[in-house]
T-cell receptor, first 108, second 114 residues
């Protein structure tokens, strides 16, 4: 049973912001939202996580709605190297259930 | 080493044979996970080790799959009597006790069962 829903694919122009949505309407109070990405032929890479406040790090920003039922990962200035599958995961322990993710293609 | 390592990187075996996949986590990381990823699919959780606690085996697909972690470090995933549907990339990840949310993944082992 998938806890998150993501669009299967998205395109973004190089240099523009990439906004990747995720729906998690059944999230419970103690579950965090995690984002990972997987570049072709590599293992997944941690990006960012949050509980209810918006978060920012050197890679991305995470915006979580007030009701916590959805979130958006923002890559402020996408580059060609950001082309990857992006996974949104909801978990309160170490059982990371990855779904199909969103395949982001950054185009020149 | 600096990261999670896995061996072998590729394994081709015949249906019915047993295989062992190895994972060396980042030194000091207490948590270790195994996942598998079929072609074009997302990750499937298999098993999770945390310190000396009993492992969470809830993701193992059948009793042909088993894993152990010796000395709280290296882990071996064993698949007995392999089937063609076992063909996938098997990924190992580790995380520290302090930063449980950040899993560091190895490069994976590509298993092909003929």
């Amino acid at each position: 049973d998938a806890k998150t829903t993501q669009p299967p694919s998205m395109d973004c122009a190089e240099g523009r912001a990439a906004n990747l949505p995720c729906n998690h309407s059944t999230i419970s109070g103690n579950e965090y939202v995690y984002w990972y990405r997987q570049i072709h032929s590599q293992g997944p890479q941690y990006i960012i996580h949050g509980l209810k406040n918006n978060e920012t790090n050197e890679m991305a920003s995470l915006i979580i709605t007030e009701d916590r039922k959805s979130s958006t990962l923002i890559l402020p200035h996408a580059t060609l190297r950001d082309t990857a599958v992006y996974y949104c995961i909801v978990a309160n322990n170490n059982d990371m259930r990855f779904g199909a993710g969103t395949r982001l293609t950054v185009k020149p | 080493g600096a990261g999670v390592s896995q061996s072998p990187s590729n394994k081709v075996t015949e249906k019915g044979k047993d295989v062992e996949l190895r994972c060396d986590p980042i030194s000091g990381h207490t948590a270790l996970y195994w996942y598998r990823q079929s072609l074009g699919q997302g990750l499937e959780f298999l098993i999770y080790f945390q310190g000396n606690s009993a492992p969470d085996k809830s993701g193992l697909p059948s009793d042909r799959f088993s894993a152990e972690r010796t000395g709280g470090s290296v882990s071996t995933l064993t698949i007995q009597r392999t089937q063609q549907e076992d063909s996938a990339v098997y990924l190992c990840a580790s995380s520290s006790y302090v930063a449980k949310e950040t899993q560091y993944f190895g490069p994976g082992t590509r298993l092909l069962v003929l």
